[in-house]
């Protein structure tokens, strides 16, 4: 999240990985974090899921690796990038959350999204919910609590598919404002984009070119209602690309693309050697 610890850095880069197969260890993952922040990098962002298509087989679950991951590095932001709040309860992710971020000193980032069945069929694998639209609003709800209970002060939430009544969540998270979150969305639709506008950050699913990142972006500023709050834009790309024409466009961080079919951890140690992007 942009603020005055970080103004001076520009363009700010996270190790974005799936933690999967050869890195479906937390201690693995952990010492990574570790050389990655020694190396300079901004952040150390993991993949939530439960399952993914072959060929990957192990998968790790992403709250108990980032726990290490925050017990093992000082300074890099963490979090999972991004997380189905659909499928997860919001009054124990609120708990995670606030755990988590007081573990981590307040560097947690929560980066959410309605999920898909796409990858792994980890949705209709375990019951869950199919339909597109009732996830987006399983996942505004969510949303609504977690930021109740981030307060700190009692929570009477009485929606469609969620209850908490009278409920009150301390410790808060370490962060006053609360974790930033970061919502996952296509840059074409209008209403995921509405819904980043609300937060504090935004992840482009799919993007394809800097001027489709550029158009989401001054959509979402339109819709803002505090301008001049702090605000992020993560940008997902291929290590060596230049990343110039999507700072141009709006972005604030770098995630680094790195594909579960072609995982390796000496791909991943040879990313984080190359170190953070330059401008």
């Given at each position: 999240m942009t603020d005055a610890a970080d103004a001076t850095v520009g363009l700010r880069s996270g190790l974005w990985v799936p933690p999967f197969d050869e890195l479906a260890d937390p201690v693995l993952l952990a010492h990574?974090?570790?050389d990655a922040e020694?190396?300079?990098w901004h952040g150390v962002f993991v993949w939530d899921h439960l399952h993914w298509r072959a060929p990957v087989r192990r998968v790790l679950d992403p709250w108990i690796t980032l726990a290490a991951i925050a017990s093992s590095t000082e300074t890099v932001r963490l979090g999972p990038m991004v997380t189905p709040l659909p499928r997860r309860r919001p009054a124990k992710l609120a708990r995670e959350t606030a755990t988590l971020d007081r573990l981590s000193a307040g560097r947690l980032i929560l980066g959410v999204g309605i999920g898909g069945d796409g990858s792994g069929q980890e949705l209709s694998k375990t019951g869950e919910q199919l339909d597109d639209r009732l996830r987006g609003e399983m996942l505004d709800e969510s949303l609504e609590i977690l930021t109740a209970a981030w307060s700190g002060r009692p929570v009477h939430h009485h929606g469609r598919h969620y209850t908490v009544d009278d409920f009150e969540f301390l410790p808060t998270p370490a962060q006053p404002a609360g974790v930033p979150v970061w919502v996952g969305a296509f840059p074409g639709k209008s209403k995921p984009l509405r819904r980043?506008?609300?937060?504090?950050?935004f992840f482009p699913v799919n993007l394809e070119h800097p001027d489709q990142l550029a158009e989401a972006v001054a959509t979402i500023a339109a819709q803002r209602t505090d301008p001049a709050a702090p605000f992020d834009v993560a940008v997902e790309l291929e290590p060596g690309v230049?990343?110039?024409?999507?700072?141009k466009a709006g972005a604030t961080w770098w995630l680094t693309a790195i594909s579960p079919l072609t995982l390796s951890l000496d791909h991943v140690r040879g990313v984080l050697r190359d170190g953070p992007a330059r401008l």
């Open positions: 990574l974090a570790a020694a190396a300079g980043a506008a609300k937060y504090q950050g230049d990343p110039a024409p999507y700072v």
